[in-house]
Every structure is written in C-alpha cells, then in structure tokens.
C-alpha cells in the first residue's frame, strides 16, 4: 500500500479507459482511494474526447475497446500535438504475447499487463507521473 | 515322293499333264515336252496361272494348249492323270492335294525338279543318238558303246539326281522346322509371300484372331479377322514397300518404324471385331528378304496390349481420381487452416473474456479486504480470503488450459535470447520468499562460478522456474529446498564448451513413487497417490514445464524416492554465438561507444555521456540502443565494480543503474559515488526488477532522480524519463 505519496501524486488526475463497467468501476475506485481524481470513458473516441476536454495527467488505456480499439486510440493520442504529452499506459492482455509490442509500437509509453491487481496498480502508475514543473 | 529316273519315265509315260504355275520352268518343260524330237509320249493338256503374263502360260497359249487363270478349271480336262505343281507354295499344294479328284497323280514343286532332270536328259539323249548316227559306220557297234554310255550317264545323272534329292529333303525339312518355329511360338504370328499370300498362321494368331489356318492360308485374306473390308494390313504394306505417304493412308501417325528390326514396322490398334468387346493389338510387320535383299514376303506378330491398355487406363483413372483427392484435400486443408485461425481468435478472445470477469472479482475482493469501503468484520475478511484464492485458482487453471492448447497447436510463440539463468532464479526465488518463509523452509542457491548464458524465452524459463518451486514449495513440510544451476557437461567433449545449462531443483518433501514418475509429466493424470489438500490444481503444470523445456529444446526428468524427496531438472541450451558474445575471456566489462556520425548523431543529446550499469546485458543493450539513436553516447558496464572503474576512467553526465548485481550492488554503487566528492553530483536513475521495500526506498530518497520499474516500460518510456531527467537538471 502506498499511502505515503506527496500532495503532487493525490491530486494527479487519470484518465480510465475501459469498455468493462464493473472492471472500470474497481480502478476508479482503487485509484479513488489513493487520492487521484479520475475520469472515465468506455470507448476509443470517448478517451480521445475526454483526454481532449480534461486535459489528465496520465491515461489508462486498454486495448480491445468497441468502435475504436486501443491501438488506434493510442496512435491518435500520439499523433495529436496538444495530446502527445500525456503519458499512455495500455493494459494488454497477459496471454497475448503480440499485445504489448504492438502497444508500443501505437506509441504507448508502457503498459500494464491484465489481470489489474489494485493493489500495485498506484506504484505502477507513479513511474509514468511527470514531475510538477 | 521322290522317284529315280525309271520311276519318273513310268510315270510320264502315256502321261497327260496338266501343270500349275505357268513360270519359267513350265516354259522350259514345255519346250522340251513339244520339241519334235522328243521320244516319250506326254500329253500337256493345260496351264494354270494367276499372272496372264506368266512366261510358261504365254507360251502354252501360243502352242494352242489351254490356259487358265484358275487352277480349278484344270480337273475338268478330259484324260488328265497327272498335275504338276510349280508354284513352290505350299499353300496351293495344300489346296490341290484337297480338291484334285481321286485318280489323278500330283507332282508337287519338289518332285517336278526330277521331272524337269528326266525331261533334260530324255531329250539330251534322244539329240546325241540322232545326231551320232549319221557319222558313224558301225552304227551297231557304237550304238552299243553310246547305249552303255547313256547307261553310265544316266547312272551319274541319277546320283546327282538323288544329291539333289537330299538337298531338296533338307530343304523340305527346313521348311518343316520353320513352320514349327512359327507354330510353337506362343506369339501370333502369320507370313504372307510376295504374292501377299498367307503361307503360315500359326495357333496362337488362330486363337487371338478367332480365325483358322485353313480359311486364310493360300489365300490373301490376312485382312479379314482384323477390317470389315479388304484393304492391305501391315504385312502387306511391307511386302509392297508402300511409300510412308501411302502408309499413312492407312494408318495415320499411329504407324512408325520399328526401332528393333531393321525395315519393319509398328502401330498399335483397337481392333473392335476381334475377341469380345474388342481387342488393342501391337502389331510388327518385318520384310523377309532372299540373299539378294528382294522382299519376297512379310512376317507379322501381334501382340494383345488390351489388359496393358486397360491397366494403363486405370493407372490414369487412378492418377485422375487422386488428384482430384489431392485437390479436395488441400481444399479441406485450407478449411482447416482457416478453422485453426478462428480457434486462435476465439482462443484470444476467450481468453479475454474469462479474464475479464475474474478481474472484477479478485480486484473487489483486494478493495474489500483494504478497506475502501469501511470496516469489515474477521468472519468477512475469512471469507473474502477464501473467494480470492479461488479466483486465483481459477485463472491459474485459465492459463494452463491455454498454455497447454497453445503448446499443443504450436502456436506458443518463443521470443528467444540469450538469458542469464543466474539473474533469473534469483528473482524467481525471490518473489517466492515470502511463501518459504511461511512454511518455514530453507531455501539454498548455488550456482556455477562461470555460468554461460542460456539461449530461451526468459518470461516461460521464469514460468517453469516458478512451477517447480511452487511443487517443491507445496509438497515440502520441512526441510530445504535448493536451487542449482551448472553447466551442463552434456554431450561436452574434452576443452569444448558447454552446450546446455542444467538447472535442478531439490526438495526433501514426501517424494513420488516410482510408479508415478513416469505418468508425472503427462497432462490430467491422477497419481496413485493422491494429492492432499488442495494443492492438486489440474494437474497441468508439470505438463506445460514440459512442453516449454522441449519447445526451448531443453529437456526435463525427475529423480525421487518415496519419503526422501525429490529433484526436477531441465536444460536449456547454449548458443555458442551467446557465449562468445559476452567472452569468457577477455571479458570486455565496459565500453566506449563512438558518437555517431551523420544525421542521427547530430540530435539534441549529441554529446551527452550516460553510464549503463546492469548485469542483463538484454536491458544494458536495450537502453543503450534507444539512447543512441538520440545522439547520446554510452558506456556500458556488467557489474557494480566495473561501473565504478567506469565513472573513475571518466564521468557521466548522468548513470542508468541496476539495483540487484552480484558482488557490488546498486546500493552500493551510490553510497561509493555519493561519498565521492568528485562523483556526488552524478544524476543517477534506478532501475529495479522487484519492489523495492519501504526502507530501501527511503534509503534512495533524495540521492537519486527517479526509481523505474522494469519491464513495463516501453522503448520510449525509458527515454523519456531521461529526458525529463537531464532537462530537470539542466544538462542539456
């Protein structure tokens, strides 16, 4: 458990993309806990919309979404000037070996493989946090 | 019959003649015969001949005796007692022996040789007597001397006739054998001679043919068994030396030149009429020639090539039908392949979905146990407890279910490299601590000092590492469990280099039977010892331990004793061009990497001097090559001591290092810089494979720029936080 993070981490707001409810609802709620403000979206363009209007600090972003899948998502992403920035973490499926290549080569900055254990998810996502200016 | 010359006048004498074949020797006797001095008395009453322009049957009409063209015609002469048969066929011969009527003779063309001889010398003698007694006065006398003489010569004409004879007899017996050369060949076979007559047809041509010697031999019916209407067959093409334009009339292309014997012939022919149904025949037709290279006739041999035909057919019928098996095959095959694309696919994406939901699970369950929403009761957290271990369970089994289907079908995908087992097993071991400690086990490490790199997938080495410790983990109340790693001196001669790391893994749990050990390794067994508890699982592990070993080309065995414990080893090989990578010796530990030169080189970074320090060389050429292509330079180093030679030999601008080295580790490479006054200043970045304890996290806080996990950082990841890093401090 990490509870000890400073003010900067708290207020860090994450981006969820995730097209399972009840799957999505666990990280809101495990991210939640931790002190990150959150948003979520349940589809590819939803995430692009969002990251657009709410400008967060960090996106979670898993690969096998309807309408827009997380590869395209994450291209689109990177290949925005305003939106490049943010880091992108995709969550890849742990038995598909050809997932996490092909989500760095969509231009993911890492990746997090499923199942999401809550527990090490907030140490995981505090690699990627930039640091406050 | 062959008769002397006292025989031969009795027979000509009073004779009345009739003669078949009207050649020159019938001529020549005719001429002797109507000479006007010619003593005896015969009678020539006709001449048969099938050729109008036959010399001797010319000359009969010319002397007003009958002629015919039919020889038939000839027993209707009245008075006749005597045919003279010159035709030297056989088949005529055969043929008047058959129809003459019973009281005439018949001289066949042998026996007119005599004829011919008798006639000669009559006349001769006749000639001399006349002419002998004009000149001489003792006619008495010297008629007795010529009688006497005519006596001796006819005495030597009669030997020489009876020569003759003997050689016409072997002549005859030639004759007789060639015909049984002919008959007892089992090939059918027929002749015909110049006159396109059939002169043999032997039985094996009769029963092919369904045809009789006696219908078709002195006759030109050799067409019949085989066309509907006459026309000339092949024997008869050669005996008329037919031109290949005029053959082709015939034959079309199906005819050609036979390749065994000279001048004859070939085609091959469906035949309808013959036999049942038809027949295919291959027919030669070869020239027979006399010493003067004249064709005076033609052989022909016929083959019956139908059940070769028929089989060559179904051969073909057979070639047709499997391709056409073949094609359908291959049909099915894509059907298969494009089966086996939607398993995968459905394989993938069941394995998402079942994943999906027990991610829900186990992740509430980690909520509720943490307390997100409030308080929960002892009882609760028992029974939450409960539920996540079993949904752990479940997504074990999940993913042996999948790793065995995927290790079945090949489509387990390797991503091989060079791996240090060493590094690996330790961080295996590791994960696995706090379990060990739990149960109150001793956990031993020892490895070779010289342990070459293994080339293999490291994630499945790692997953069938983790496997059996987890048996030996599992099956081991008390005792210890060591872990060893060696070069294996498998199939290893003399001086030559390893070919395989051997790791093996021992416990001094409960043992398997002998009668188990063999079955241990196959998917789904049931020992016949039970698993106690619940620490059966599907009985898949070892199964895919196995599967994974061989796919890496390793192999894998167990040795136990009931109630001693037991020992799992496996090998992975060693690629010799891995070893030589990171020489045994000289070891190169660090290394200056040249800036690059061109465009690349000249990025942002260009200049900028960053230490990588790892003991993997996987990560330390990773992170070298993304930070090269930016421009940056790089310096490499294995170990902690090499890194700290490195930074004396000349300093970064900032180090990338490894927390968990051999010898000297991470740690204490920053307590060596940072009490270093020249050295202190260094940015350093951490990189780690586990976490990091509460107090080692304070123990780096303040003295390093950043703490990075690895292997959930991509290429770019990694670059940019040296790029935050550097920009933060304003290096660049």
Known sequence: MVNNENERSRLAKILVVEDDQDNREMVVKALNFHGYQVIEAVDGEEAIEKARAENPDLILLDIYLPKMDGYEAARRLKGDRDLRHIPVIALTAHAMKGNREEALAAGCDGYIPKPIDVRELPKQIEYFLKPNP | MIVGADKMRDILHNAKVAIVGGGKVCEAILKIVLGKDFPQKIDILGVADTNEQAKGLVYARKKGIFTTLDY????????????????????????????????????????????????????????????????????????????????????????????????????????????????????????????????????????LTGCKAEEVVGTDKQWCPFRPEKRPIMADVIVDEMEEKEIEKYYGHSWRKSALIEGAYEAEEFFPHIGEGGKWLFFTA????????????????????????????????????????????????????????????????????????????????????????????????????????????LLTLINDVLDISRIESGRMELDLKPVNVKHLIGETVSALDPLIGKKGLVLETAFDERLPLAYADPDRVRQVVTNLLDNAIKFTSEGRITVRARASDLGVKKDE???????????????????????????????????????????LGLSICKGLVEMQKGDIWVKSKYGEGSRFCFTLPVKAEAIEQRGESPRQDYETVEVLEGERAVGKASGIQVLVVDDEPDHVELISKILKGEGYRIEK?????????????????????????????????????????DTKEIPIIVVTGKDLTREQIGSLNGRV????????????????????????????
């Open chain 2, 72 to 207: 038939n015609d000839l027993y209707q002469l009245e008075g006749l007692n005597l045919i003279i048969e010159l035709t030297g066929d056989n088949g005529v011969l055969n043929q008047i022996k058959a129809t003459k009527p019973v009281d005439v003779c018949l001289i066949d063309h042998f026996e007119a040789m005599s004829v011919w001889d008798f006639l000669q010398i009559e006349e001769e003698r006749e000639r001399i007597k006349e002419g002998l007694r004009g000149y001489i006065r003792e006619p008495e006398e010297i008629e007795k001397q010529f009688d006497l003489f005519s006596q001796q010569l006819a005495k030597i004409v009669e030997e020489r006739t009876r020569h003759l004879q003997s050689v016409e007899r072997e002549i005859v017996e030639r004759e007789r054998a060639l015909s049984q050369i002919i008959e007892g060949n089992t090939i059918p076979t027929f002749v015909i001679n110049k006159d396109h007559i059939v002169t043999h047809w032997n039985r094996a041509c009769e029963k």
């Open chain 2, 497 to 539: 280099p390893p070919k395989f790391v051997e790791v093996c893994i021992s416990d001094t749990g409960r043992g398997i039977r002998k009668r188990d050990q063999d079955r241990l390794f196959d998917k789904f067994k049931s020992l016949d010892t039970p698993p106690t508890g619940q620490d059966g699982g599907a009985g």
């Open chain 2, 286 to 393: 070869a020239p027979i020639r006399d010493a003067s290279g004249e064709t005076v006739g033609s052989i022909e041999t016929l083959w019956d090539t139908t059940e070769r035909r028929e089989a060559k057919e179904a051969l073909q019928r057979a070639h047709d039908e499997l391709e056409q098996k073949t094609a359908e095959l291959e049909q099915a095959n894509m059907q298969l392949k494009r089966f086996d694309e939607l398993k995968s696919t459905f394989l993938a994406n069941m394995s998402h979905e079942l994943r999906t939901p027990l991610n829900s699970i186990l992740g509430y369950t980690d909520l509720l146990l943490d307390r997100v929403d409030g308080h929960i009761s002892e009882e609760q957290e028992k029974s939450l407890t409960k539920i996540h271990k079993n949904a752990k369970h």
């Open chain 2, 637 to 677: 180093a294995y170990d902690g001591e090499k890194a700290l030679e490195s930074v004396k030999h000349s300093k970064p601008d900032l180090i990338i290092l490894d927390l968990m080295m051999p010898n000297v580790s991470g740690f204490d490479v920053i307590d060596h810089l940072k009490a270093g006054e």
């Open chain 2, 705 to 732: 720029e950043k703490i990075l996990k690895k292997g959930i950082l991509g290429g770019e990841g990694i670059l940019e936080q040296v790029r935050s890093t550097l920009d933060k401090l304003d290096v660049s």
